[in-house]
């Protein structure tokens, strides 16, 4: 399932990725305090999936190929895979470098925690966290395709190679390792997704009887708050969503991903702008928001009205 921005500013909502404005690493967004920590972390180079553009070695200098001396030296089968390597159908070429020790293997939406190191076929190293000494952490449907499929393969305490192909990597995009990308990964650990919440029984329609402000936004309190003060349009709130359009499709979910969204409200959709400040902490809302207040006329955003449940955590500031 695709995710979407809320819109920020100019650009419009949150991350495919969720909630939030161009959001940190692997393109996730509605970050936990903890989950930005993570992407700052590993922000330097290492959206494996969407946004690693930096290249660590030196241009003037042949990189090093199998140099059991370099624990960051290009494997000596960089180049292509070798013959034992097992391919799937969509080309994506993989060899287990080690066993692990798990039983299970990740959803496309669970969350797992990897270290890994990334070479172009010529042998240049352009990310690791292994590296840096920071594990990265992500949902495995927010990273580029060859991860998402191959991490599926694996099992906890596995380290496999894989030789992804650029229709499984980066496509061609200007500023990212171009060409069939290798990668050694190991899987530290991972954590199933959360089951998705129900789609409301009237998310067709706001019904009759529920309020409406004069912009046409309509929505209904489903659990009373204990706050007192209502955020303000520049406040930065946190809270938890899910988002559905009219005919009962998900398309966003900090619920979903464990991890709640914080954003200033004067930063998102204008809708969510508006609502958010008839709520209170500890609040639940379901809003019904017209297009003219989400994202019509954007290309690759949600059409029409689109509905939110709302849970206010906590007004930041």
């Known amino acids: 399932m695709m995710r979407f921005k809320l819109g920020i500013a100019n650009s419009s909502v949150v991350s495919a990725a969720g909630l939030l404005a161009a959001t940190a690493l692997f393109g996730f967004a509605g970050c936990t305090k903890k989950d930005k920590?993570?992407?700052?972390?590993?922000?330097?180079?290492?959206?494996?999936g969407k946004k690693t553009d930096t290249v660590n070695t030196d241009s003037n200098t042949p990189p090093a190929t199998g140099d059991s001396n370099d624990a960051f030296a290009a494997p000596a089968d960089v180049a292509a895979p070798p013959a034992d390597a097992q391919t799937t159908a969509s080309g994506l070429a993989s060899k287990v470098l080690q066993a692990g020790t798990g039983e299970g293997h990740p959803a496309a939406k669970d969350k797992v925690t990897v270290h890994y190191t990334g070479?172009?076929?010529?042998?240049?190293?352009?990310?690791?966290?292994?590296?840096?000494?920071q594990p990265a952490t992500f949902p495995l449907n927010h990273v580029i395709a060859g991860w998402t499929e191959g991490l599926q393969l694996m099992v906890v305490g596995e380290k496999r190679r894989f030789w992804i192909p650029?229709?499984?990597?980066?496509?061609?995009?200007?500023?990212?390792p171009a060409g069939m990308l290798v990668f050694d990964v190991e899987l530290l650990s991972m954590e199933a997704a959360p089951e998705p919440p129900a789609v409301p029984e009237d998310v067709a329609a706001a019904p009759a009887g529920t309020s409406k402000t004069s912009s046409g936004l309509a929505w209904r309190v489903l659990q009373a708050g204990k706050g007192k003060v209502h955020p303000k349009?520049?406040?930065?709130?946190?809270?938890?969503?899910?988002?559905w359009t009219t005919d009962g499709q998900m398309f966003d979910s900090s619920v979903t991903r464990g991890q709640p969204a914080v954003f200033p409200l004067n930063r998102v959709i204008p809708g969510w702008t508006e609502g958010l400040q008839l709520m209170v902490e500890g609040e639940k809302t379901r809003f019904w928001i017209p297009g003219n207040l989400a994202y019509d006329g954007q290309p690759g955003r949600p059409q029409g009205v689109l509905v939110f449940d709302v849970e206010l955590l906590k007004i930041l500031d």
């Open 119 to 133: 070479w172009t076929t010529d042998g240049k190293m352009f990310d690791s966290s292994a590296k840096r000494g």
């Open 37 to 48: 920590a993570n992407a700052d972390e590993n922000a330097s180079s290492a959206e494996v």
């Open 233 to 243: 349009e520049t406040s930065r709130v946190e809270v938890h969503y899910s988002g």
């Open 166 to 176: 650029e229709a499984l990597a980066y496509q061609g995009q200007p500023g990212r």
